[in-house]
């Protein structure tokens, strides 16, 4: 298969974390004569400082164009610590959601077996974790109207849906518990936001036509305890953009790091892949970031294909990092020369060579890499 990537790196540790994704997909390319095309273009605080725009049109353009989207981190401190800054990174990441018509954003949740220990929560209430959370990406209250008023001492921001908004991502969460354990959750505040009770009532009435799959309701702040509580009661979390935002990242800590989520946001002509963490700027440069989120995005960009063998090859390369420790320090710190480019290597070398992975193991450690 021919595939045309849109290589977005963003800020901070995104290239860093990317250049391993490409790595892992290059090498199953090679391994299961697929073509991957790649091409690279600004976005973010790199885009403003070039461009003075966080999404030029040329990169737009680009990811128009292309079948697919690999995404790696937006954001900056110069723009983080000036609430004043007219343009700033997200904006180019809001936007580029908005034009493509990502209205989905899927993001897998699991605790695997061998890093159980990692984790701030106690194994007894992580063990067997594994969720999915659906987040509507391009409505709500981040894309609602704004307004601050002329002495700067009130503002606003406006959150709204339609049906129609609801409808299109809630069919896509049915259909995903369909081939899990035929349960939604679906998280709101209706018991306070008008929008809330619309996605309760919209969300009901098209339960009906999924008879198989069992529907429950959770208030978000309810559902942020339960998270910690009890997290296997989930399998597919159903909410809104900002719920969505905040449940996600809270539900990271469950796997002992957020450098292990994965995500894809997709609409109905374009789709995009990325890790859920931030652009990390003490640690660009360092050579120190998980690159596993983005590794991982790059398996579900191939799942978006109809590529599961391909997918699950790269998936069992990361399972075979984490056993044996090849790992970066935010997971591990027996090993201080196990860095982002090694991690990246041994599973691209992995998917070559999976049954020898344990005598690459130590080619790793002596700071060799096995790829030429």
């Known amino acids: 298969m021919k595939?045309?990537?849109?290589?977005?790196?963003?800020?901070?540790?995104?290239?860093?974390?990317?250049?391993?994704?490409?790595?892992?997909?290059?090498?199953?390319a090679l391994e299961f004569d697929h073509t991957f095309l790649f091409k690279e273009a600004p976005v973010g605080a790199i885009a403003i400082d070039q461009q003075n725009n966080p999404l030029p049109d040329q990169t737009l353009d680009l990811c128009k164009s292309s079948d697919?989207?690999?995404?790696?981190?937006?954001?900056?401190?110069?723009?983080?610590n000036d609430p004043t800054a007219k343009v700033r990174p997200e904006q180019g990441l809001l936007k580029l959601r908005k034009e493509l018509g990502l209205y989905a954003n899927i993001?897998?949740?699991?605790?695997?077996?061998?890093?159980?220990?990692?984790?701030?929560?106690?194994?007894?209430?992580?063990?067997?974790?594994?969720?999915?959370?659906?987040?509507?990406?391009?409505?709500?209250?981040?894309f609602g109207k704004k307004h601050l008023s002329e002495d700067g001492n009130t503002a606003s921001d406006l959150c709204e849906y339609s049906k129609y908004e609801i409808e299109?991502?809630?069919?896509?969460?049915?259909?995903?518990?369909?081939?899990?354990?035929?349960?939604v959750t679906l998280v709101d505040k209706a018991n306070v936001l008008e929008t809330s009770r619309l996605w309760r009532k919209v969300v009901t009435n098209l339960a009906k036509g999924y008879p198989d799959v069992t529907l429950d309701f959770l208030f978000v702040d309810n559902a942020a305890m339960q998270m910690i509580l009890n997290p296997n009661q989930f399998d597919v979390i159903l909410t809104?953009?900002?719920?969505?935002?905040?449940?996600s990242d809270e539900a990271s800590v469950i796997g002992g790091s957020i450098g292990l989520l994965a995500s894809a946001s997709v609409g109905n002509k374009h789709a995009m892949f990325e890790p859920i963490h931030g652009s990390y700027p003490q640690a660009t440069g360092k050579d120190i970031a998980n690159p596993v989120a983005s590794i991982l995005s790059a398996a579900m960009l191939l799942e978006h294909f109809d590529l599961h063998d391909e997918a699950?090859?790269?998936?069992?390369?990361?399972?075979?990092?984490?056993?044996?420790?090849?790992?970066?320090?935010?997971?591990?710190?027996?090993?201080?020369?196990?860095?982002?480019?090694?991690?990246?290597?041994?599973?691209?070398?992995?998917?070559?060579?999976?049954?020898?992975?344990?005598?690459?193991?130590?080619?790793?450690?002596?700071g060799q890499s096995t790829i030429i």
């Open 107 to 142: 993001r897998p949740v699991k605790a695997y077996d061998m890093l159980l220990e990692k984790s701030p929560l106690k194994r007894e209430i992580i063990e067997g974790t594994d969720i999915s959370i659906y987040r509507e990406l391009t409505g709500g209250i981040y």
């Open 68 to 80: 697919a989207i690999l995404f790696g981190a937006i954001g900056d401190p110069k723009y983080d």
């Open 312 to 366: 699950n090859l790269i998936k069992k390369g990361v399972e075979k990092s984490l056993k044996l420790e090849i790992t970066t320090p935010d997971l591990n710190t027996s090993y201080d020369n196990i860095t982002t480019s090694k991690v990246g290597d041994f599973i691209a070398d992995f998917i070559s060579n999976p049954n020898d992975s344990n005598i690459n193991f130590n080619n790793i450690h002596l």
């Open 168 to 183: 299109r991502i809630a069919h896509l969460a049915f259909k995903a518990a369909r081939n899990r354990k035929q349960k």
């Open 240 to 247: 809104e953009n900002l719920f969505g935002d905040v449940i």
């Open 3 to 28: 595939i045309n990537i849109a290589v977005l790196p963003g800020d901070g540790i995104g290239p860093e974390v990317t250049n391993q994704a490409i790595k892992v997909l290059k090498a199953i």
